[in-house]
């Protein structure tokens, strides 16, 4: 069965601080994705990896930087969290082929106080 | 930019009825356009994908349209029952493996 995870399902963290949502998947996928869901807006990409160490830019990569130093292993650093910063954030997997369907995670809900 | 619109308000039907959601794009016709349920608190789940050389594509009680006169996607789930209430998310897939995404669509099946 193929799994994506997320390292946590609610997180609440304070303004200013650095925060560090991980994904993990084990389907040797090489594309990797984190969006952001917010109410009305639907799912927005911030940043996307289709190989280890490589990242491009979504649509709203501002506020945002992700690592890569794993091909299992995606994350997504907000470098000083700000209360337009909480949501819910959502990591895919997909695999080689462009239409191919995107494996989701469950979730991490960020709050910024 | 391109753009996925689907209905903002929910469709409540009734159990044993054909569910109709309408999904619209701008500008040109991607090349696939997939579908997606959300269940609450929850990560999106892959149902159907349909190219666009495809008019229909079918997966048990659901079916998928693509027209491209229209520039339209309609997603359709026969029989409803209870247990299909979700919220439905239709995305076209756009050059180097991105999806772009509606807001969804939430389906209430009453009993």
């Known amino acids: 069965d193929v799994k994506v995870t997320q390292s946590s399902r609610y997180l609440v963290k304070r303004t200013g601080e650095k925060v560090f949502l991980e994904c993990v998947q084990d389907?040797?996928?090489?594309?990797m994705f984190w969006y952001r869901q917010d109410p009305g807006l639907g799912l927005r990409l911030i940043y996307f990896?289709?190989?280890?160490?490589?990242?491009e830019k979504g649509d709203i990569p501002e506020g945002y930087s992700v690592s890569r130093e794993k091909k299992e292993r995606f994350s997504l650093i907000l470098e000083s969290a700000s209360t337009n910063q909480t949501s819910m954030y959502l990591c895919?997997?997909?695999?080689?082929?462009?239409?191919?369907?995107?494996?989701f995670g469950p979730g991490t809900r960020l709050t910024v106080l | 930019s391109q753009k996925i619109e689907q209905n903002s308000e929910a469709l409540n039907i009734q159990e044993g009825k054909t569910a109709t959601l309408t999904c619209n794009y701008t500008?040109?016709?991607?090349?696939?356009l997939q579908w997606y349920r959300q269940d609450p608190g929850r990560g999106p789940v892959f149902l159907l994908l349909?190219?666009?050389?495809?008019k229909e594509k079918r997966k048990e009680r659901l079916k998928v349209t693509f027209d491209t006169t229209l520039k339209q996607s309609l997603f359709h789930i026969t029989a409803s029952q209870p247990a299909d209430s979700a919220t439905y998310l239709c995305?076209?897939?756009?050059?180097?493996?991105?999806?772009?995404f509606g807001a969804g669509t939430i389906l209430r099946v009453k009993s």
């Open positions: 895919a997997s997909m695999g080689e082929r462009s239409y191919n369907e995107q494996f």
């Open positions: 389907m040797d996928h090489e594309n």
């Open positions: 349909i190219r666009e050389n495809e």
């Open positions: 500008n040109y016709s991607p090349a696939y």
């Open positions: 995305a076209r897939v756009e050059y180097g493996n991105k999806l772009v």
């Open positions: 990896s289709y190989d280890v160490k490589m990242k």
